[in-house]
DNA sequence: CGTTCTGTTGACATTTTTGTCGGTAGCGGC
DNA sequence: GCCGCTACCGACAAAAATGTCAACAGAACG
């Protein structure tokens, strides 16, 4: 009957480009990073997969972007939290917390996982990148005494959040225990090291 | 000049499809799921593509029965490192050293993150069967006192090998320190808690 | 209004990846 | 030796994914 033409929304570039890489963010959450596909990012856009060439160039080029993009909110995300604490000590617990949580939600765990996995030289950048940012803040706040042995703590810290933002959910599923009791024993673990070592030192 | 005709290798099937299996495995590890193309694959295996369509019917049934057969392997080498220690308490701190191996070695972590981003329901009975495996190994072993605690405690032993397993290598060489240093810091963690558990305990 | 700029689009072309099919060839049994 | 079974293969078909292009249509500006 009726002639109804699609209503074609017209956004400036900045709105169209977060518009698909909101939608990017969302499946790569709830479907992975293999379902990345140029023709599910552009139905979960609501626009049409030249549009989405037409912004990044490439399939390639969203998948860079929507890298940086996570790597620049998860940064971003830490720096908050951490910057709440004015004391050292504090601060690394609740960096330590910071992490879990930035690893914990919207898929940060999940990205560096991606990341890891595919782990070719151009997104290794991405990563490196985001590993230097995090930690010339943390020299920014606390100084330089950055020696070996708190870097390889940090590390640590950094791996055991991964672990548990990639997996504890799942494995909490699994086992059918309380989710979050995973991630509260970790963190756990590290503030008794913290508290041991300050006492022993202080 | 000559009419060298390509030999053409013919193997038992069982043999064939452990050939395959071990090309995918290898491409799994260097160069990461989504390099699982059936062409690799076949290229990998030195066989044609319709060989490998054969044995597996489709690349989805490759990658199914890759994943079985990483879990299997995973499980006997957790297995066997689990039994070697005969009282309780040393098999938890041999356990988690037992989980770090597995994870950080070939490519266990890897495996573990791939089902944890494809997700998919069919791919998750691999996951809890695995799972399921180790908890009854464990129970066989150490008896059924299996409380929620002692659970939970063991979810972070798995997530904290697997985060380190998947990462450690990648952000020590980001950070120019030793790799094997974020392992045993991770360890020293976990059996710090134990030896203060069993202490205030007993 | 008319013009320009450009975000947007459907239709189409190209490339990549997967799957099919008829025939070939190694191997054990007789 | 030959026969049946089936692992194996090359060539081709099908499907999926990416990318191209000319044209359409909002919006700002005169």
Do not use: Y
Request: contains cysteine.
């Amino acid at each position: 009957m009726s002639t109804e033409r699609p209503v074609r929304v017209r956004r400036s570039p900045e709105a169209a480009r977060e518009n698909i890489l909101a939608a990017c963010e969302a499946i790569l959450l709830e479907k992975g990073p293999q379902a990345l596909k140029l023709a599910d990012v552009a139905a979960g856009a609501g626009v049409a997969n030249a549009t989405v060439l037409h912004h990044f160039g490439s399939i390639d080029g969203v998948q860079t972007a929507l890298m940086t993009r996570m790597i620049r909110q998860l940064v971003e995300r830490v720096a908050v939290d951490f910057s709440q604490h004015q004391d050292a000590v504090g601060r690394v617990g609740a960096g330590a917390r910071a992490l879990f949580d930035a690893f914990g939600t919207r898929g940060g765990a999940r990205l560096a996982a991606w990341l890891e996995l595919t782990g070719e030289a151009r997104r290794m950048t991405a990563i490196r990148q985001a590993v230097q940012e995090v930690s010339a803040l943390r020299m920014q706040l606390d100084g330089p005494p950055d020696d070996g042995a708190v870097q390889d703590f940090m590390l640590v810290c950094i791996s055991m959040a991964l672990g548990v933002g990639l997996f504890g959910a799942t494995l909490a599923d699994l086992l059918g225990r309380p989710p979050e009791r995973i991630r509260e024993i970790a963190l756990d673990l590290i503030e008794a090291r913290i508290r041991q070592e300050t006492g022993a030192q202080g």
